[in-house]
């Protein structure tokens, strides 16, 4: 499934969910796309497409989409597509 992108991380200043994101996803070395969707109609626009919705942290990464999540609901989702999980480096088998 390996895409060209990064993930995109859909984020809105002073929120404490988005904060704690951040912070998962630097801690696991995983490179993302940040986009603020207050700073940037057209950032608020995609998330809606993608997500149905106006709420922060939504990532979307190809097909892969999880709107308004904590980090165990992100893990969650993962563990639906563990091939993402993988290559985001987050698998269970990494060394």
Not at 34 to 60: F, L, Y
Not at 66 to 85: C, G, R, T, W
């Amino acid at each position: 499934m390996k895409l060209n992108s990064k993930p995109i991380l859909y984020v809105k200043r002073g929120c404490s969910w988005c904060r704690e994101a951040l912070s998962f996803f630097s801690q696991h070395g995983v490179e993302l796309d940040v986009r603020d969707v207050e700073i940037s109609p057209q950032n608020m626009q995609r998330m809606i497409e993608v997500s149905g919705q106006i709420k922060t942290p939504t990532i979307e990464y190809g097909e892969f989409v999880v709107a308004d999540f904590s980090i165990d609901e992100l893990h969650d989702e993962m563990e639906q597509v563990p091939e993402i999980k993988k290559e985001w480096g987050l698998g269970d088998d990494d060394e």
